[in-house]
Nanobody
Framework: QVQLVESGGGLVQAGGSLRLSCAAS????????MAWHRQAPGKERELVAR???????TYADSVKGRFTISSENAKNTVYLQMNSLKPEDTDIYYC?????????WGQGTQVTVSS
């Protein structure tokens, strides 16, 4: 079984930055893509950003130009650099790694942006 361990969440003022990291407990499984999702209480989980193994990226409209997803494929690690944070970015952020036959999720890390 693979575990995803997230770090980097916390409390920041509006306009500030945070960098989230997510590392898989094993590096011997084939990954198709890595992503960050977020979810607020009572709301559906939404995709924030995704990066494919060949490098293509996808972003939610609400974070384009502010967030950047990157990865270290050899280490099965994915990052999310979040700049110009807004109070509406406050959520629990979840890491996700998908393979051809697998779909792994992290436990979530809280990001709180104060106004």
């Amino acid at each position: 079984q693979v575990q995803l361990v997230e770090s980097g969440g916390g409390l920041v003022q509006a306009g500030g930055s945070l960098r989230l990291s997510c590392a898989a407990s094993r590096s011997d499984f084939q990954i198709k893509d890595m992503a960050w999702h977020r979810q607020a209480p009572g709301k559906e989980r939404e995709l924030v950003a995704r990066i494919a193994m060949w490098g293509s990226t996808t972003y939610a409209d609400s974070v384009k130009g502010r967030f950047t997803i990157s990865s270290e494929n050899a280490k099965n690690t994915v990052y999310l650099q979040m700049n110009s944070l807004k109070p509406e970015d406050t959520d629990i952020y979840y890491c996700n790694m998908r393979g051809t036959w697998s779909d792994y999720w992290g436990q979530g890390t809280q990001v709180t942006v104060s106004s």
